[in-house]
């Protein structure tokens, strides 16, 4: 966080509202956001959804998360060691805020001081050879010098060997499910030696088991705690790719490791080389990027509105709703655009369009893309 | 060459005339065309020889190629089926007469027509691994197939390995020594291969052992030739690195095919993909980034002035002469420095720089910069 932007400390209430309207139905971390900046608070949010949904057109009340599954899931991750964290706050991992989609709440186990440190990514394939793993721990132990903490997905290959060589000075996993659900499972010890320097970090539910698509949902995570991430052996088509991708739309650092143009292991990051990641073979390639970065101050986030009373709703008429959504069709556009077309004021626009999210009508895109379900 | 410049074509005469001029001591090829401009062809150049050398302090009269030795050159050339080719005739490859320092004549061998062929250069380390043998082949085939002929030095390694792949379609062997003097001797052979479709070059004499300073000489013919150089396997500091950096300084496209890091032989090449050179893994990424530029019209080179009468000589006044030699010192200096701080015509400094230069006394850099041996 930048300086002269205070952090945020939430009371217990309002912890407790934040988790609660993070895991109701149809609502995301930018919808969370959209909501929570509208009504003014979590709780106003959570009591507002079942008149969104229906003005939105929804043919049932979007279920909410109960204050007692909300406090049972608390207290049964506070006896795992793990506590929640909220944006804005002052343990909140620093460049992750400055993501667009940024998770409102992260659950974070093990020494939170980690998450303070600059941040890099290391992540590759699972099948990594075993020229990968001695390059991704060359690599890991000349930024672990430098003062990097090491991100990764906790995978198999070059995942696991980028946080065994950052055990001891700090190193995070990014969990795809709960923090009772790691994956693979023959990672939990790993996790365990983890721990004591590094952190494990979800936004995803207890109990949660992870399914194929939480993993690229989750690779937004680790491009967006770090400055930059290193694609360390790669096939064509493969999830370090999309990590690639991620980073690239968050405005952070890709930086590939080459290979042989006849090593299957390559293709993906000479690919990415030749569509502009930088090349490195060693951690001073990294570095000598890196440093200049590090050193400028991050821009402010606007921090969420949490005040304990409601400001004035929104209600848009009908006419304008009907308007607006004849605007809508499954190809996205733009918000600008709806403001535009639409002739109504952005404030209703926006209204409108959490009306059909809340109802589970509304699908948001990169960009500020909008499109019907 | 672009439309609207006629080729030339050299007499007999003339032509021997040239040859004798380009073998004299102290004559390389920007002295050429600086003495045949000046004087207006070879045969007044190298009347004025003696003269110069004299105004210029030189203490002997610098070694003039006899008629006789020319006559006899040509003549041994010939049997062998090499013929000479000068700078502006039709034969001369067209991107070669561009370089600054492009040989006024060149000793050709087998099917000239490949000079016309567009080129690449395919280079590398001559200890090469079965990996970039093949990786070489490949390469090879896809330029072939997309009608480039090759251009390679003929060494062990990556380089046979280019020619031999690109035997039947047309391969250019650029020789670091003259036509009889192939190197190494044990790829005579392949060069017997070469001849029928392809051709040997070199600017240097009949009977020349080269050198190992005629190497890096002779890679700026290879890159000279070509609309780009690929660098396969290379260590740091070798000879492929070298024709990397004069293919840059021509303005040639620089590729290079990564490698892993584990791999001493991609360390060059990885480097010059650091530095900014195309990485490249098939032959497409190559044909992508050349056929846009084949298309472009070459600018015209201006043509020598050939004529058998001799324009009127400048012959600098004494103070005129030593107010430019003080103002030179082995520190390398620009030309237009010279001219502004002498306060003499651009004609004259050039003449004074002749006689040094024709008295072994001076030495020319890149960038039109001089300096006092």
Chains 1, 2 share one sequence.
Not at 55 to 72: D, K, M, N, V
Not at 133 to 152: M, W, Y
Not at 206 to 211: D, F, I, K, M, T
């Amino acid at each position: 966080m930048s300086e002269g932007t205070e952090p945020i400390r939430l009371t217990d209430e309002q912890r407790l509202d934040w988790l609660r309207l993070i895991r109701s139905q149809n609502v995301g971390p930018r919808t969370f956001r959209a909501l929570i900046n509208h009504f003014g608070g979590a709780r106003a949010a959570i009591e507002a959804l079942p008149g969104l949904a229906r003005r939105g057109g929804g043919s049932a009340t979007p279920q909410i998360y109960s204050r007692e599954e909300a406090l049972r899931e608390i207290e049964a991750s506070r006896k795992l060691g793990v506590r929640f964290v909220a944006v804005g706050e002052a343990d909140y991992p620093l460049r992750l805020q400055m993501i667009d989609d940024a998770p409102p709440l992260v659950a974070i186990r093990g020494h939170a001081a980690t998450l303070a440190m600059p941040q890099v990514a290391i992540v590759g394939s699972r099948n990594a050879s075993a020229a990968g793993v001695k390059i991704t721990q060359r690599i890991t132990h000349g930024l672990v010098e430098a003062g990097f903490a090491i991100v990764s997905g906790l995978a198999r290959g070059i995942d696991a060997a980028a946080h065994r060589a950052s055990l001891r000075t700090g190193t995070v996993a990014v969990l795809a499910g709960g923090q009772d659900r790691v994956y693979p499972p023959e990672h939990a010890d790993l996790l365990d030696e983890i721990l004591p320097a590094g952190v494990a970090l979800t936004e995803m539910p207890l109990g949660w088991e992870p399914r194929a698509r939480d993993f690229p949902r989750r690779n937004r995570l680790i491009s967006g705690l770090s400055l930059g991430v290193v694609i360390v052996e790669a096939a064509k088509r493969s999830g370090s790719l999309i990590t690639a991708r991620l980073a690239l739309e968050q405005g952070r650092e890709v930086f590939a490791v080459p290979g042989s143009p006849l090593d299957p292991r390559a293709e993906g990051t000479n690919g990415l080389i030749k569509q502009g990641a930088t090349p490195v073979t060693e951690a001073a390639d990294i570095v000598a990027v890196l440093r200049p970065i590090m050193g400028l101050e991050l821009p402010a986030r606007e921090p969420e509105r949490e005040e304990l009373e409601s400001t004035a709703s929104v209600e848009p008429a009908a006419d304008e709703r009907t308007r607006i959504v004849s605007l809508l069709s499954p190809t996205p556009v733009s918000i600008d655009d709806l403001i535009r077309l639409s002739q109504t004021s952005p404030r209703v626009v926006r209204m409108v369009l959490l009306e059909l999210e809340i109802a589970g009508r509304l699908e948001r895109h990169g960009g500020s893309l909008v499109s019907l379900m």
